[in-house]
């Protein structure tokens, strides 16, 4: 990685890190007019991705604006404006309920209304397409019977027509949008961005909250589903939430087939979780 930043740091001074996902890490560029920056190794297809995405919605004032994009010795870089704003998981760490329910009312709106106002006509604009046929498959880190109750559940999403499938960000929730108290947040991190049908989004919201916040999910997650339901209904069942959900967790496990074995054991952890015990 010592490469890739030292470009970075000649082409655009100054960098701070951020805190970023563990696909990648994140840095604020200091510089006139302030940038981030995020490098990554195993995620450059996501990387390309977010290039393609963001690029696709330049148009849009909820998303970064991509400036950059670069590569040296295994890692890939993407440079994006800089969004000011706090962390939407930062605003439920300090448990103020009444600011927490004021951004999820807003991350229901803006997710009905602005990201999954794009449907699928067939032409993918070279962005990437869900493959839920994908899902399940075995490795040897996963239990059998794990994969088994999966297919039971992702047997039920439905990807035949394809009528339904709009833009979907791929990995919606508090941990990606930015809290500026009044109107529609801005959404970052876009590397999982593809055509899907809108339950992938909303089942990851509602999934993320419930893993991490467990003591006000319900009651979060049901005024972010009344947001959104009231732009764009939709069928969101408990069952289809866990389906969607459990899609989400098999693409991560997709990606981690490599990774050392403490990541796949959380993730493994998660899939067993959202079999066993989670509730939606």
């Known amino acids: 990685m ?14 701070r890190p951020l805190s970023g996902g563990f696909t990648h890490v994140a840095y604020r ?4 007019s302030p940038l981030v ?6 995620s ?14 330049q148009e849009a004032a909820y998303a970064p604006k991509p400036v950059d994009s ?57 962005l990437r397409i869900a493959r839920p046929d994908a899902y399940p498959f075995y490795a040897p880190f996963l239990p059998e019977w794990a994969v088994a109750a999966s297919r039971s559940f992702l047997a039920r999403i439905d990807d035949t027509p394809r009528k339904d499938w709009v833009f979907t960000h791929g990995d919606f929730g508090a941990h990606n949008v ?5 109107g529609g947040p801005p959404v970052i991190d876009w590397e999982w961005a593809e055509w899907f049908h809108p339950l992938a989004d ?29 732009v764009r209904p939709i069928n969101a069942t ?14 991560i496990l997709d990606k981690i087939r490599d990774a050392e074995a403490d990541v796949q054991e959380k993730w493994v952890k998660r899939l067993i979780w959202t079999l066993t015990e989670a509730n939606f």
């Open 29 to 32: 560029l200091e510089g006139p």
């Open 70 to 126: 670069l590569s040296a010795d295994g890692f890939s870089a993407i440079v994006t404006t800089y969004i000011e704003g706090v962390n939407g998981q930062a605003v439920l760490d300090t448990g103020d309920i009444e600011r927490s329910e004021a951004l999820f009312r807003r991350m229901g709106v803006r997710l009905a209304k602005d990201i999954h106002a794009r449907r699928y006509d067939g032409d993918a604009r070279g």
């Open 2 to 15: 010592d490469r890739i930043i030292e470009i970075l740091t000649k082409k655009y001074g100054r960098m």
């Open 37 to 42: 920056a995020k490098v990554a190794s195993r």
């Open 202 to 230: 909303v089942a990851w919201a509602c999934w993320n909250t419930k893993l991490h916040y467990p003591q006000i999910a319900e009651h979060l997650n049901r005024t972010f589903l009344a947001a959104y339901q009231s």
């Open 238 to 251: 408990p069952d289809l939430i866990k389906a969607y959900s459990l899609y989400k967790i098999w693409t």
């Open 178 to 182: 930015l809290d500026q108290n009044d």
């Open 44 to 57: 450059k297809h996501d990387i390309d991705n977010e290039v393609k995405a963001i690029t696709f919605l």
